[in-house]
């Protein structure tokens, strides 16, 4: 039987595929057989490699809607089709939505919905003209379905980002799948800027009913199998990864049974 993960033959863009979650997933993608095609405003210092392959990286500012389409024409000229897109590049700096000024609130919705829609909108014009369409991957997170405070407009923005999903996939279907990944914490190379030294990083993994943060690479499989047959029924939907979510408060805080 042919091996459904096998990704040869394929090629996969990954936004802001060099460093963190995206790092993991294009080194999953790769790992796979695929051609992987990444994009960020700056070239990595080291290209994320799998199995003997390199990804190929494109120099982008995803808010840039010029730019984003003139990369999906120059990836489709280049290798011929695409055959799966995830959206991953994002994020926000922790700043109290009381004084955090409008501009600031508008450039984290533009890098955090307003981009995935435009790279997806300009992808899903080469996937519609394939016989075998597509797969469109937008990584959301928790902050998307739980409370954000301290990050509050990327929080709204990632729920944004779930409910367009489900719109686009009724929109693009049959040709072009549709799907989120509700990613929960994640341990990357910059983990201490938001949870602190080795010890604070091992206290939050604690909470985690599973016993750890995700890695990179948890997210880059979810991310494989809903680019590959093994999904082709799925569409429309979010993919909670993140390892049984955090523990009700109240638990800790009741003296029931003590």
Sequence with gaps: MNNPLDMSQRVV??????????KGITEC???????V??????????????????????ALDVRD???????????????GRIDCLVNNAGGAPHAEAATASPRFHESIVRLNLLAPLNMAQAVNRVMQEQADGGSIVNIASVSAVRPSPGTAAY??????????????AI?????????????GLI??????????????????????????MARPQDIGEACLYLASPLSAYVTGSTLTVHGGGE????????????
């Design 13 to 22: 863009i990954v936004t802001g595929g060099s460093r963190g979650v995206g």
């Design 29 to 35: 993608f790769l790992a796979a057989g695929a051609t």
């Design 37 to 58: 095609v990444i994009c960020g405003r700056n070239a990595p210092e080291a290209m994320p490699a799998a199995a003997g392959r390199s990804a190929i990286f494109h």
């Design 65 to 79: 809607v010029e730019q984003v389409n003139a990369f999906v024409e120059q990836v489709k000229a280049d290798h």
């Design 155 to 168: 929080g709204a923005a990632k729920a944004g980002l779930v409910n367009l999903t489900t719109s686009l």
């Design 171 to 183: 929109e693009w279907a049959p040709k072009v799948r549709m799907n989120a990944i509700i990613a």
């Design 187 to 212: 341990e990357t190379e910059q983990s201490h800027l938001h949870y602190g030294d080795e010890s604070g990083i091992a206290a939050v993994a604690s909470t985690i009913p599973l016993g750890r």
């Design 247 to 258: 523990k009700p408060a109240f638990l800790g805080a009741s003296t029931a049974g003590h």
